[in-house]
DNA sequence: GCATTCACATACCGTGGGTATGTGAACGAC
DNA sequence: GTCGTTCACATACCCACGGTATGTGAATGC
């Protein structure tokens, strides 16, 4: 006898598990949700009881993804004490973290349009853009760089270092790329410092 | 009796201008082709005889999106001659362009993960990101800027405009957002100066 | 021990992309 | 001018897949 709400819990985690295997690998239009359901010994019924739709369970998985990111951007931050150097590790920890083809496939591409770019926008803001977005007001209040609208200023970096990661990943070179991005991105930050 | 290569043109061009607003309108996947084609007066064999799928129409739709805003910053950027005042001139330019909805729906979300991340890329850098490297190319030899890697630096800044156009249409007053965009693109690039 | 809930399974429908084939008008050769 | 060919579509059809409505049997609570 398994108690109902372990059974649930397990099949719930087994579909987020097989859907963000196959989100990543196929795309989400590519993917057909009775082939995800069976790859894990279930049927359709199972993932639209726990997730309503296709997109429910696309989303729930692309939420897991940018927490995961989120909380490892976070944790390269605090291993600093001063707000210039969390920014500078946070930064790199995402293209590091962010070069990753499921995050990629998942996070970058196909979440902005199957969720919609304003949906998608609030789920970044409430993971990974937050950061950014608190590091760059803590430089500015530190004086470091000179105040100035952080709103923009986070999404045009937000922005960069998304497309720095697919552009990463597509490089011979992946390690030697994120280098690379990372060398132009501190350039600009340093071209802020007043 | 209207000729025949005349016709294929007119037919050509009435699908494209329908696929275009169809696509800006409801984006890819929610369009449906023979509804494209209706509203030409045309059938759904039609599209196929001149784009052989879907994404073969859409396709061509991306590149002449990209084509007409890749042909304004050029044309803002020209109405300069110092290397700096083009590069200034031409992200002002693709920042007002690209916050044009329709070029946002079917450029920056649809294309990506229709046509994949490599070839959206490929088509993205023989337009607007081709501009953009030659621009800061030229303020490198100029010496306005310190020499440095281009590639990486015309990434983070491309996608750092990208994200920075579905930003400002986003915003209740996109006219200023354009202003505070471009404030702190300005900030980032003026901190390159040597 | 009995009714109820719940976590799925089963059966079914509609939509829409793709394809195979038909057709009539333009076209080139004579 | 006519005759066979080409071509620009139209028509008819297939089927994969998302969604839904309903069934079912085991856990749960009283």
Chains 1, 2 share one sequence.
Not at 24 to 35: P, Q, S, T, W
Not at 151 to 178: F, H, K, Q
């Amino acid at each position: 006898m398994t108690t109902r709400a372990a059974q649930r819990a397990e099949t719930r985690r087994a579909l987020l598990d097989e859907g963000r295997r196959r989100f990543a690998r196929d795309g989400y239009h590519a993917v057909v949700l009775e082939e995800v359901a069976r790859g894990i010994g279930v049927t359709k019924g199972a993932a639209y009881h726990h997730f309503g739709s296709k997109a429910g369970l696309f989303r729930a998985v692309v939420a897991e993804a940018q927490d995961r990111i989120g909380a490892g951007v976070a944790a390269a931050a605090e291993a600093h004490d001063d707000p210039w150097d969390q920014l500078v590790a946070g930064c790199r920890a995402f293209l590091a973290a962010g070069s990753d083809p499921e995050f990629q496939r998942i996070v970058l591409l196909d979440a902005p349009t199957v969720l919609g770019w304003n949906e998608w926008r609030e789920m970044d803001e409430a993971s990974s853009a937050a950061h950014l977005g608190e590091a760059l007001s803590a430089v500015m209040a530190a004086g470091t760089i000179a105040r100035q609208p952080v709103e923009p200023l986070t999404r045009l970096l937000s922005g960069a270092m998304n497309e720095a990661a697919l552009w990463i990943a597509g490089t011979p070179d992946p390690a030697a790329s994120v280098n690379a991005a990372m060398e132009a991105l501190t350039r600009l930050l340093d071209g802020l410092r007043s």
